[in-house]
């Protein structure tokens, strides 16, 4: 009888196969541990990438003043002094604080004199006030008769073209504005008035109004009775009469 064939061993029976096969799981196992420490390294690096970086400041920063901030300053509102006010004497009666406002007027804005004022608080063409009334008034105002007087005598020189001799007889006069004659010669001492100026402005209105030779003029200003120019003055105005 011939011999039998031999039969074949089955492939994963061959010892080179299991070789093969443990050399295979080895690489899988050896390639699986490098590509989680790849992937451990590449965490490590993209973890500090991200963590921020602290930096510690400087020593000269850290002793920076902080920059002062100045409060605005508000002001106090200014108190301003009080005022005193004018007492008010309960026993006086309405009458009489009456009279010493009139009195107190006439000083100020009319600039009379003391005399004046008492005759025009009391006349009965005037203000017709008591005697009494007006005597307290007079008692109670306080004025500068010497101003009032001045002030008047530069309002007769501006607005009238007196002389100065004209001007004080008026302040004196009784029939004129009562100041006393200190009062009236302060004034006269004190104006600044151009009398030649004011005689020629006379002369004028006499030539002009009155149609007066130049010689009558002359003699008009010069009179005690007429305007009381200085003869000086009253040449002076004639001689210009005709520019």
Known sequence: MGESPKKKKPFYKKWWVWVIAILIVA??????????????????????????????????????????????????PKTEPKKEEAKVEDDVPAEHASALTKAETYADIMNMSKAAIHNQLVSEFGEKFSEEAAAYAM?????????NALKKAESYSDTMYMSKQGIYDQLVSEHGEQFTAEEAQYAIDTMKADFKKNALEKAKSYQDSMAMAPEAIRDQLVSEYGEQFTQEEADYAVQHLTE
């Open 27 to 76: 690489a899988a196992v050896g390639g699986g541990d490098d590509a989680e420490t790849v992937d451990t390294k590449e965490k490590e690096v993209k973890s500090e990438a991200t963590e921020p970086v602290v930096v510690e400041p400087k020593e000269s920063e850290e002793k920076k003043e902080e920059p002062k901030t100045e409060q605005p300053k508000t002001e106090q």
């Open 139 to 147: 008692e109670k105002l306080e004025y500068d008769w010497k101003d």
